[in-house]
């Protein structure tokens, strides 16, 4: 199954069951997706979480119910997933920006979050660089920390992560590592990984290649897998040059060649040099294999 029919899949279940408690693994499922991998591709693609699509879906429901019939509030809440009125109320007032106990007033303005369709479409005719490689197993030494999965919050997060690395010695330590065959070259790779029992955060870390030699104290060694990588040339100011590239990968490189991601690891690498220049460039590994 491609990536755009699972995506419309999974999203066709979602609709379907939104009065329903929803499992994410089953949502990723119906995409035939790690839980990790679809909450990851949809934000990157949508620019907002599963989770908020899920939230803003309901709500919007729940307005049109309220402001169209006799229902009552409470009878609303449970129906849509929440434990009680006052919650109900809260995410309700949130959203719409008046009271559900308003919305039932005639002329009551209300806010709308459509349903997702997912669709090909021809626009702008990108050109990415990339290569493909195919690379044996390599051992990293890192700094690994939890981040959640939700889109938004991670891409506020990460640049702090990276921020607190350079303060606190940790990049230059990392820096002693690398050897002149290091696998990044001369660079420091942020790594993003899968983790299976974790729904709403993954481990996120920052390193380089590992040959030999004591482990710094604070720092862990981790082997990467033996994978082909889709290697991407990203160019511009970092971080918003590498989350635009994430987006056209997924939505014009995927569905349209003859590979998809494999194996839940992505790597984005980082030369020396100033990362707030518009000609900085660095590079995105994508873990693949053939349809």
């Given at each position: 199954m491609d990536w755009i029919t699972g995506l419309q899949k999974a999203i066709d279940y979602i609709e379907d069951n939104l009065?329903?408690?929803?499992?994410?693994?089953?949502?990723?499922?119906?995409?035939?997706?790690?839980?990790?991998?679809?909450q990851?591709?949809?934000?990157?693609?949508?620019?907002?979480?599963?989770?908020?699509?899920?939230?803003?879906?309901?709500?919007?429901?729940?307005?049109?119910?309220?402001?169209?019939s006799d229902v009552k509030i409470i009878d609303t809440a449970l129906k849509y997933g929440y434990d009680s009125p006052e919650s109900f109320g809260r995410a309700f007032t949130r959203f719409h920006g008046i009271t559900p106990s308003y919305a039932k007033t005639e002329g009551a303005k209300l806010k709308s979050f459509?349903?997702?369709?997912?669709?090909?479409?021809?626009?702008?005719g990108n050109i990415m660089n990339y290569r493909?490689?195919?690379?044996?197993?390599?051992?990293?030494?890192?700094?690994?920390?939890?981040?959640?999965?939700?889109?938004?919050?991670?891409?506020?997060?990460?640049?702090?992560?990276?921020?607190?690395?350079?303060?606190d010695g940790t990049i230059s330590v990392l820096g002693k590592y690398i050897t002149k065959d290091n696998i990044f070259g001369n660079a420091v790779a942020g790594i993003c990984f899968?983790?299976?029992?974790?729904?709403?955060?993954?481990?996120?870390?920052?390193?380089?290649?590992?040959?030999?030699?004591?482990?710094?104290e604070g720092l862990d060694v981790e082997k990467i897998p033996a994978h082909t990588w889709a290697?991407?040339?990203?160019?511009?100011?970092?971080?918003?040059?590498?989350?635009?590239?994430?987006?056209?990968?997924?939505?014009d490189f995927f569905p349209t060649s003859d590979y998809k991601p494999y194996g839940g690891i992505d790597i984005q690498v980082y030369p020396d040099g100033n990362m707030q220049s518009p000609k900085y460039k660095c590079e995105i590994w994508i873990a693949v294999k053939k349809k």
């Amino acid at each position: 199954m491609d990536w755009i029919t699972g995506l419309q899949k999974a999203i066709d279940y979602i609709e379907d069951n939104l009065t329903n408690e929803l499992d994410y693994t089953e949502i990723a499922g119906r995409a035939c997706s790690s839980t990790f991998h679809f909450q990851r591709v949809f934000g990157i693609l949508c620019g907002y979480s599963l989770g908020e699509y899920i939230r803003n879906r309901r709500l919007t429901l729940a307005g049109s119910e309220l402001a169209s019939s006799d229902v009552k509030i409470i009878d609303t809440a449970l129906k849509y997933g929440y434990d009680s009125p006052e919650s109900f109320g809260r995410a309700f007032t949130r959203f719409h920006g008046i009271t559900p106990s308003y919305a039932k007033t005639e002329g009551a303005k209300l806010k709308s979050f459509s349903r997702l369709s997912v669709k090909l479409i021809l626009d702008g005719g990108n050109i990415m660089n990339y290569r493909i490689e195919k690379k044996d197993a390599f051992d990293v030494i890192m700094k690994k920390k939890y981040f959640p999965t939700d889109i938004d919050l991670s891409n506020k997060q990460l640049p702090i992560f990276w921020d607190s690395c350079r303060k606190d010695g940790t990049i230059s330590v990392l820096g002693k590592y690398i050897t002149k065959d290091n696998i990044f070259g001369n660079a420091v790779a942020g790594i993003c990984f899968e983790d299976s029992t974790k729904d709403d955060e993954f481990p996120y870390a920052i390193g380089v290649e590992f040959k030999d030699g004591d482990v710094a104290e604070g720092l862990d060694v981790e082997k990467i897998p033996a994978h082909t990588w889709a290697i991407f040339e990203c160019i511009g100011v970092i971080p918003v040059a590498i989350q635009d590239l994430l987006h056209k990968i997924y939505s014009d490189f995927f569905p349209t060649s003859d590979y998809k991601p494999y194996g839940g690891i992505d790597i984005q690498v980082y030369p020396d040099g100033n990362m707030q220049s518009p000609k900085y460039k660095c590079e995105i590994w994508i873990a693949v294999k053939k349809k």
